[in-house]
């Protein structure tokens, strides 16, 4: 996945993951949040391989995602390039506003991909995470719109919703928030029927 892609799923997972303020209130500085979902997607197979169960999906409006499927699901070895297929599989995002270390502001945006355990709250599991790590700054908070707008590394801005907008003064303009996004282990995988 390119740079791009990965900025644009990144903050596509912000709002669909409806980072709220409301967490943030909750939470002892720095101000932090995080939040975990269960994902369905219909797409093409790019690449798979049946050793390490990692799985490269296309989805309708081009954009790419690879994960590892989970050892429970049964058939992997049915799947080939170029099927159609459905996935459910975890991702998570979390958000800290706070200073970035030297390391962040030396690569505000990175991509990683490490072996670690399913999502808290899932059944115990083990696979191939993909993690995108960026620095944001908020760049505008608007009250009535219950919305926070920040600006990415590559100078894109995204607009997300805030659930409880007695929060937002809790946020300013300027502070610098860090955010992790991890796409996980895929719970399953269907292969659909052809038309």
Do not use: C, W
Request: no cysteine; charged share 20%; aromatic share 4%.
């Amino acid at each position: 996945m390119t740079a791009a892609a990965f900025h644009r799923s990144l903050f596509a997972a912000v709002a669909a993951l409806g980072l709220a303020a409301s967490a943030f209130a909750q939470a002892k500085p720095p101000l932090s949040a995080e939040h975990a979902a269960l994902v369905s997607v219909t797409a093409k197979v790019q690449a798979i391989d049946q050793t390490t169960r990692e799985v490269t999906l296309k989805g309708p409006l081009g954009n790419m995602v690879t994960f590892t499927v989970d050892k429970r699901v049964a058939r992997l070895n049915e799947i080939k390039v170029g099927d159609d297929v459905t996935a459910d599989y975890y991702v998570s995002i979390a958000a800290e506003v706070r200073p970035p270390t030297e390391a962040e502001k030396a690569t505000p945006m990175a991509v990683l991909k490490e072996t670690a355990k399913a999502p808290a709250g899932t059944e115990p599991a083990a696979g191939v995470l993909h993690i995108t790590k960026a620095v944001v700054t908020i760049e505008g908070l608007d009250r009535p719109t219950k919305t926070v707008t920040v600006m990415g590394p590559k100078g894109n801005l995204a607009t997300i919703e805030i659930a409880d907008v007695a929060n937002l003064p809790k946020l300013k303009i300027g502070d610098t928030v860090v955010i992790t996004y991890t796409e996980a282990l895929a719970i399953s995988l269907q292969k659909r029927a052809a038309k």
